[in-house]
């Protein structure tokens, strides 16, 4: 579902894409971007983490038909309207449609398709820990009842809880405690609006709502890409070389066994279908991206193994395509 911050947020800049991008050219970029700014590939450095969750949220929504569709329509709207004040309101008559929209009577609009644009944003799960921040200030639109405040929650939840999903309680600002059901697949950075769960309007309105950031722990071994999990797999130069029959490990199941074909190279893809992220919209895979390993240290007996390989293989130059083009 939509979230408020859409309309501050270009996600085709963010990924440096064109609007008219291919789904495949998209995941092409985001699988590019998402290895480069990696925290396991960049460790301590905060400036690539949030990078990293700048390009997994803008992908998270493109990559999705629906979620694609909203986002555009809601960029297209903010385009033609006038910017939004601290208040709520903007000029030229385009009022907080994201507060209006849901209500009644009054002369407001309530159109059915955005009853609930923004009940919830993302999804994910589970958390670790949470905390609440500044509310944003209710208004006063067309003569009505002021609106109560929104009230931000933050939680932090770990990898396997968010592909999953569960029920959890957090504090309330009046310390009070409340649930928060987080559905599977909730990706990092994503809001889940609780509506009528935020301040009281002070002179009759509706209730604020109350708005949980989600964010996720890198997994030591998988990653995301949309519903599908990745994950490295090393493989020994005899395996890649002659074919073998390999364990890979799978989020929260047991292993499953792929066959690595003989001449198999570094970066191919083996698939596991219906491991990956399992939600209401669909169940992804499981990508199994095949790195040959080789050794370090080498005994004397390897050694000569390895060299009359050397002498028998064929004497082809592996790099000789790239230097071609190299050359133009």
Request: charged share 30%.
């Amino acid at each position: 579902m939509a979230s408020q911050d859409w309309f501050d947020k270009d996600f085709y800049k963010v990924l440096g894409v064109s609007k008219d991008i291919s789904d495949a050219d998209l995941k092409k970029t985001y699988r590019k971007l998402a290895r480069k700014y990696h925290p396991d590939s960049n460790q301590g450095d905060a400036a690539a983490e949030a990078k990293f969750k700048e390009v997994s949220e803008a992908y998270s929504v493109l990559s999705d038909s629906e979620q694609r569709a909203e986002y555009d329509q809601i960029r297209a709207m903010g385009a033609g309207n006038a910017r939004f004040t601290a208040s709520g309101q903007g000029a030229g008559g385009f009022e907080d449609v994201f507060s209006r929209f849901g209500q009644r009577g009054g002369g407001r609009q309530d159109p059915q398709d955005f009853e609930d644009i923004f009940s919830m944003f993302g999804q994910q799960g589970g958390f670790g820990s949470g905390r609440f921040g500044q509310s944003t200030g209710g208004f006063r639109g067309y003569g009505g009842p002021t609106r109560g405040a929104d009230v931000t929650a933050r939680t932090t939840i770990d990898f396997v809880t968010a592909t999953k999903g569960e029920t959890i309680t957090l504090q309330g600002e009046d310390g009070k405690p409340f649930k928060v059901k987080i559905p599977a697949g909730v990706s990092d950075g994503q809001k889940i609006r609780l509506r009528g769960r935020g301040r009281p309007s002070p002179d009759g309105g509706e209730t604020g709502d109350i708005v949980v950031q989600v964010a996720v722990r890198p997994h030591p071994v998988f990653t995301r890409e949309g519903l599908n999990l990745r994950v490295v797999v090393p493989v020994t130069f005899t395996e890649a070389a002659l074919g073998a029959t390999i364990e890979v490990p799978t989020l929260g199941g047991d292993p499953v066994k792929l066959r690595v074909a003989p001449g198999t190279p570094s970066g191919r893809v083996l698939r596991v279908k219906g491991r990956g992220v399992e939600t209401s919209k669909g169940t992804g895979d499981l990508l199994a991206e095949v790195q040959v390993a080789v050794p370090s240290h080498l005994d004397d007996d390897a050694r000569e193994a390895l060299q009359r390989f050397h002498d028998l293989e064929p004497k082809e130059n592996p790099r000789a395509d790239l230097m071609s083009k190299a050359r133009g």
